[in-house]
């Protein structure tokens, strides 16, 4: 179901967890997501909103690019990050405010393929 079809905006949204294979992976999921618009991204990036402290931390763990990239566990992994920051069990890299509301955006074949 699309964010919007259930009343959810990008803006709503207090920590992504995306799917980040290359460091450009990262990026365009900014985009496709609605965080950044087209052509963005890297703006946003550096303007520190992805960042543990930004509006709305992204891959707050370090990412695949930090963990490794365990195929078909991916998606695990960015759920089992969400629900670490929203509980309050990520130690070192937990979010100085625990989020309510988490985007987990996994990618798998193509750049069409996206849950």
């Keep these: 179901e699309d ?3 259930v009343g959810v905006r990008p803006s709503d949204i207090q920590i992504a967890e995306v799917h980040d294979c ?3 992976a990262e990026l365009l999921m900014y985009e496709a997501i609605g965080l950044a618009p ?5 703006r946003l990036l550096r303007s520190g909103a992805t960042s543990i402290e930004g509006r709305c931390p992204v891959n707050a763990g370090g990412g695949l ?10 998606g695990v992994k960015q759920v089992l990050e969400l629900y670490k920051q929203m509980k309050g069990r990520c130690g070192s890299y937990q979010m100085p405010r ?3 509301l988490g985007l987990a955006v996994n990618m798998g074949g193509d750049d069409k393929t996206c849950a």
């Design 38 to 42: 087209p052509g963005e991204a890297a």
């Design 22 to 24: 290359f460091a450009i």
């Design 98 to 100: 625990r989020p309510q």
């Design 65 to 74: 690019l930090a963990f490794g990239h365990p195929v078909g566990a991916t």
């Design 3 to 5: 964010s919007c079809e």
